[in-house]
Every structure is written in structure tokens, then in C-alpha cells.
């Protein structure tokens, strides 16, 4: 009997410690915080969501803890404020997003990312510790302007080393303990971290109560948008030789070029002479996953079958077999897939815009002297 007291009071506690404390919307913030607003509709934290990125949907709509037990786990990360998050990880029998619950259709929210109040470390994959204070606030601001809507404060060491991403961008590892995605989250690098790279200072204030010359750039560069934010971390570099040439890409990153298994990057590479123009063969940069040496969707892969994706910080050199003469223009261009192009039927992609679209990470031309 007592046993089972114990066990009801620490299923308790523990649900409670799980369980959802009430989120601000991210609608609430607009009012004072409207720059940082509109920066937000366009990062896919905002767009995290089935309902919002197609490219998730897509690969969730597969999935057999979906198809099978009519879950979404994904929720963790995806739509962390989700109001029964519970039933999504596993309680009950059904934890699907609904379009008609608001709390389904925020996706990384502002007032989520703002109470992390510390990470815990798991195997599979970290978890973020949220802090019970409804509207309290961590931040960095030195010296912060009291608000009327929330406190709040900067003594949060997550949010002053930068660190406050790595509760979801750390690792995710799949049954078969794959890492399917990671992010080296060292931060190595001098004074560089997630969010001097990611969250640049530009012009703006902060809130409509007092002016303020900068802010965090809330539109988070990345792999969607804003890619030429993150142009100045890749080098490109033409190097001449007798009967060849070689192009370097120098990723400055202290992350993979790509991290996500779904990416596809090219270095495309052509040679103008006398208007006549000579196309290389793209060189291809990936990190396939799969099984029995074959790729395969996340939940079926135990080993990493193929792996060209340019690390952190390494510079990657590409060869080419041409004299090169003076007055060559070499046109030089480093890109990406959101999604392989030969995973998009598979996924049921092939009509969808950005799943499609070859991105630009950075280009140029050399004028051979
Ligand atoms: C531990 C946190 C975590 C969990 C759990 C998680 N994801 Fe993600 N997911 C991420 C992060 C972080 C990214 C961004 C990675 C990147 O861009 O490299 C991401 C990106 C994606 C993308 C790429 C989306 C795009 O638009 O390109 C897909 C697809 C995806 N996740 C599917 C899923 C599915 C399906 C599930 C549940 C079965 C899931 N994820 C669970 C953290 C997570
Ligand atoms: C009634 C106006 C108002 C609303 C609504 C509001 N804020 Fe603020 N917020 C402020 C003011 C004022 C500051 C201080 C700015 C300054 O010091 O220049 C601030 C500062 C912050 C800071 C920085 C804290 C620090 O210590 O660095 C964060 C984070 C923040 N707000 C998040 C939010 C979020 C998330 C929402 C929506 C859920 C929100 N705010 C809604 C007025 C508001
Ligand atoms: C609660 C989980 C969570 C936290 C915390 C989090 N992220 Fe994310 N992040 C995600 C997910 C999930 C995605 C993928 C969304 C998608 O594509 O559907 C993502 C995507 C991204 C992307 C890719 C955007 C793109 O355009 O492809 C960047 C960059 C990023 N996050 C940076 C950060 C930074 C910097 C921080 C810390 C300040 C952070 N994230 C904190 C979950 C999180
Ligand atoms: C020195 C700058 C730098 C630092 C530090 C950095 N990044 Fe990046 N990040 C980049 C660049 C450059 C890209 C590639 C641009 C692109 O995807 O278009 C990128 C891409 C990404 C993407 C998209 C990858 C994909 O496959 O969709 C995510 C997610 C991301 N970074 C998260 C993080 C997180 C989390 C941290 C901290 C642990 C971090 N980054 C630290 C520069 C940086
Ligand atoms: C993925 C996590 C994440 C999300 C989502 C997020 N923020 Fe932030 N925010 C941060 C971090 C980290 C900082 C500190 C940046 C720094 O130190 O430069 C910050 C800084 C701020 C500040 C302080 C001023 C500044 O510019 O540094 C305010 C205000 C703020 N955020 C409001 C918001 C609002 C409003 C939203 C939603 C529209 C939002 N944040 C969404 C992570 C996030």
C-alpha cells in the first residue's frame, strides 16, 4: 500500500514538473517588443510547427510513432509549450496537434525560449529546465528598464555564455542510438557562440518604452533565411596551379557547413573565357544516414553511410583539371537543398518551393591575373 502512495505522489510531482506551466503568447509581446516581433514571423522558430513548415510535417506524416500510436514527440522541441505536451511524449492514448488549440500552433515562443532556466543533459537528447515564474523574463540587458507586463532578469548563465540553445540543438539520437543530428556545442571559438552568430546586434531598440540604439536580431539566420547574415563565416578562395586550379571553402563555423540529415550542399564551379562559359561537375558535401549501407529515413538508419559534409572550421579544398589563363572569370557559388533532391519524392516534396530550392551561402567571382 504505502508503495503505492509513494508511487502516486511521485507521479505526481514529477508530472507537475513536466507539466505545462502557462505561456504568454507570442502575440503578447508585440505591443512594447515590436521589432523583435516582426523579426520573429519570419525565423522558423515562429514556423516550427506542422502547421507551419511543411518540410517537419512531411517527415512527421511518416513516422511511425505517428502513424502507429497517434503521437507527437516531437513536440519536445517543435512546440514546446504545446498545453498537453504530456499526452504528446506518451501519456494517454493520443497526443496530435490540433490547428484549433493555440498552444499547437506556437512553435518555439518567445515566452518559452525566455524562461529556460537551465538544460539537463539526456543520452537521446538534452531537455530544458523551464522556470515556474510565469512572466519573469531572463535576458542580458544590463541595468533593465522595469516593465509594466513581466520582470526580469540577467544573471541566467545560459543566456550570458550564449548557451541557451543547446537544450534542443545539442544532439538528437534515434532507438538505434544514431545521432541523427548534432551540433558541436563547445563554442571553441574566440568569443564566437550561438548567439553572437545567430542573434547578431543591428540597428533598433529593443521595446517602444525606451529607445535604444541596438537589439538581438530575432530572425534567427539560418538554413531558411536570412543566409546572408551567416555569408561572412565561409571563406572561398581560388588557388592556381600549373594544369589545374583548386577552389577552398573555409567554413569559419564552429558547427558543421549543414547539420540537419535532410541537407544537401554543392559547391558549383565554372570557368567564363571569351564569353564561352565551362561548367564543373557540382561537388557534393553531405551526411547520409541510413542502413545495410543504403540511405534511409532517420527512424530506420543505425549508421552513417556516407559522410562529406564540411566539419567545423576546416577548410575543404576542391580540385579542377584546367589550365586556368589570364582574364578567366571563375564563377564560384556555395549552396544548398533543404531537402535532398532524391528524398523529395520520397517525402512527398517535389512540389514545394523551398523544400526544392538551390540556396545561395555565398558567391563569387575571380578574375584570373
Ligand atoms: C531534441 C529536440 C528535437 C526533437 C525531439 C525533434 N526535433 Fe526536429 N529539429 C530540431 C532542431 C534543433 C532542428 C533544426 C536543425 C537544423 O536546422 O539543422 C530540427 C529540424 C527538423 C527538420 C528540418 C525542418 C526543415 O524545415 O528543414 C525536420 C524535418 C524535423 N526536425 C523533423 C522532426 C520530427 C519528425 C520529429 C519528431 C519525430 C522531430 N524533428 C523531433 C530538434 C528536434
Ligand atoms: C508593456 C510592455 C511590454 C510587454 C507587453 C512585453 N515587454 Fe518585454 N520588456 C519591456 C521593457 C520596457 C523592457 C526593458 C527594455 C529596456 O531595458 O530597454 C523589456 C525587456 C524584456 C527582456 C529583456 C530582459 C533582460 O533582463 O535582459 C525580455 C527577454 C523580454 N522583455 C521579453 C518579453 C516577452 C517574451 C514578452 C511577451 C511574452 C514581453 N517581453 C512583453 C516591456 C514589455
Ligand atoms: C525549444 C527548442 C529550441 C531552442 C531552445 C532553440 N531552438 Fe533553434 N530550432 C529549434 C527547432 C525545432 C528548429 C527547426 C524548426 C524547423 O525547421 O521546423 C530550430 C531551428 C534553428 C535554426 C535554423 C533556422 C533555419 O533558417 O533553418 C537556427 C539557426 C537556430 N534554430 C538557432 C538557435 C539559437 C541560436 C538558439 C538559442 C538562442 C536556439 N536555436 C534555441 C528548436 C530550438
Ligand atoms: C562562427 C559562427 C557560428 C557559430 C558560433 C554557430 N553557428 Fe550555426 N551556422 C553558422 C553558419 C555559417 C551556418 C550555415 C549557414 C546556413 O545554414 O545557411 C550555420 C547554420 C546553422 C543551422 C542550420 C543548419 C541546417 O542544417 O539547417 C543551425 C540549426 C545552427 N547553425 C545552429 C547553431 C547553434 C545551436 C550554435 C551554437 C551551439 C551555432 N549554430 C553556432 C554560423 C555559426
Ligand atoms: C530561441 C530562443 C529565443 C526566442 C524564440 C526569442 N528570444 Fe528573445 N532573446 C534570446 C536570447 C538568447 C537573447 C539575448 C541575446 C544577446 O545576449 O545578445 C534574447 C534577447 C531578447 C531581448 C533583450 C533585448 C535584446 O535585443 O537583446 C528581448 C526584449 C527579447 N529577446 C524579446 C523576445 C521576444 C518578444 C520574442 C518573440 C517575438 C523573443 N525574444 C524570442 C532568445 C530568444
Not at 549543414?258 to 550542399?265: N, Q, Y
Amino acid at each position: 500500500m504505502k508503495v503505492k502512495y509513494l508511487l502516486v505522489i511521485l507521479l505526481t510531482l514529477s508530472s507537475t514538473l513536466i507539466a505545462n506551466a502557462k505561456f504568454a503568447l507570442d502575440s503578447e509581446c508585440k505591443s512594447c517588443h515590436p521589432l523583435i516581433s516582426q523579426e520573429y514571423e519570419s525565423a522558423m522558430h515562429k514556423n516550427s510547427t506542422i502547421f507551419k513548415d511543411p518540410i517537419h510535417k512531411a517527415v512527421w506524416d511518416r513516422h511511425p510513432v505517428n502513424k502507429k500510436k497517434g503521437k507527437y514527440k516531437c513536440a519536445k522541441c517543435h512546440t514546446p509549450t504545446a498545453s498537453n505536451l504530456k499526452e504528446m511524449m506518451g501519456k494517454g492514448t493520443k497526443g496530435i496537434p490540433d490547428a484549433s488549440n493555440p498552444t499547437h500552433t506556437e512553435g518555439i515562443s518567445c515566452a518559452f525560449c525566455h524562461r529556460i532556466e537551465s538544460i539537463k543533459h539526456g543520452s537521446m537528447s538534452n531537455s530544458n529546465i523551464v522556470s515556474k515564474k510565469e512572466k519573469h523574463y531572463f535576458g542580458t540587458i544590463k541595468n533593465v528598464l522595469e516593465s509594466e507586463f513581466h520582470t526580469s532578469s540577467s544573471d541566467n548563465k545560459n543566456f550570458q555564455n550564449g548557451n541557451v540553445c543547446i537544450g534542443c540543438h545539442s544532439h538528437k539520437k534515434n532507438k538505434a542510438q544514431l545521432n541523427v543530428c548534432s551540433t558541436n556545442i563547445s563554442n571553441e571559438m574566440d568569443r564566437a557562440n550561438c548567439v553572437s552568430c545567430h542573434m547578431p546586434k543591428v540597428d533598433g531598440s529593443v521595446s517602444n518604452v525606451r529607445e535604444t540604439k541596438k537589439h538581438s536580431f530575432h530572425g534567427f539566420p539560418g538554413a531558411h533565411t536570412h543566409q546572408d547574415m551567416l555569408s561572412k563565416y565561409i571563406g572561398l578562395e581560388l588557388l592556381k596551379n600549373i594544369g589545374s586550379f583548386e577552389v577552398a571553402v573555409n567554413n569559419k563555423s564552429s558547427h558543421a557547413l549543414l547539420l540537419h540529415p535532410l541537407r544537401l550542399s554543392q559547391l558549383r564551379v565554372s570557368v567564363e573565357r571569351d564569353s564561352k562559359v565551362e561548367k564543373f561537375k557540382p561537388e557534393v558535401f553531405v551526411r547520409v544516414i541510413g542502413k545495410d549501407g543504403k540511405p534511409t529515413p532517420p527512424w530506420v538508419a543505425n549508421s552513417v553511410v556516407k559522410d562529406t559534409m564540411i566539419k567545423a572550421n576546416e577548410k575543404r579544398v576542391v580540385r579542377y583539371k584546367k589550365q586556368l589563363q589570364k582574364g578567366d572569370k571563375v564563377h564560384v557559388t556555395l549552396g544548398y537543398f533543404l531537402v535532398k533532391p532524391k528524398a523529395l519524392k520520397k517525402f512527398g516534396l517535389e512540389n514545394d518551393a523551398v523544400a526544392k530550392k538551390f540556396y545561395v551561402l555565398k558567391k563569387e567571382t575571380f578574375i584570373v591575373k
